[in-house]
């Protein structure tokens, strides 16, 4: 009993660590590119995470550009988010506190108000635990688990570098 005791403990203690040496390492700005495919239309998106893990905020800059058969674009949408997010046994759930949608670029006049009220929608009541499958200093995969697909992020190596040194920005880029 006391080894079943004591196994439960020092698992629950590495559950406890983990995430805390996990939010450490999520601290910072994050660049994550991701690029899908909808029928005949792909989504190249950019968008850099920076998380305040202190309070447990986040802001999310991401640009999508649609591109019909890989070759004429479609139009080009800037979202801006805001928000806080829990993180417990590897997993990170947003909740979003304000967006912000432009419409960069529309040359088919595909870009609806509903259509970006309907994205606002669903970017608003999305509530997926995603798992933190890998993460360290410089890379982080996590995996969505509705539809087990993986996005990889790098750290902002600027920004970070520049935390790091406090001022010392100039030194450390020519340095490092």
């Not at 997010?85 to 006049?109: A, G, H, Q, R």
């Amino acid at each position: 009993m006391r080894i079943f005791i004591a196994t439960l403990f020092l698992f629950s203690f590495g559950v406890f660590a983990s995430d805390k040496l996990h939010l450490e390492l999520i601290n910072g700005s994050w660049n994550c590119p991701e690029t899908s495919q909808e029928e005949e239309v792909t989504i190249k998106v950019t968008t850099k995470y920076s998380y305040d893990t202190s309070n447990l905020t986040y802001t999310y800059h991401s640009k999508a550009e649609m591109l019909y058969q890989n070759k004429v674009p479609v139009g080009t949408v800037q979202v801006i988010e805001k928000g806080t997010f829990s993180y417990k046994s590897s997993k990170m759930v947003y909740e979003l506190l304000s967006i912000e949608s432009d419409v960069l670029d529309d040359p088919l006049e595909a870009m609806t108000d509903e259509l970006i009220k309907e994205m606002e929608a669903d970017l608003k009541s999305d509530k997926t635990a995603y798992q933190t499958t890998f993460i360290n200093k410089l890379e982080w995969e996590t995996l969505d688990p509705t539809d087990n697909s993986k996005t990889v992020c790098t750290r902002d190596i600027i920004k970070h570098a520049y935390a790091l040194h406090s001022g010392r920005f100039y030194r450390c880029m020519t340095d490092c």
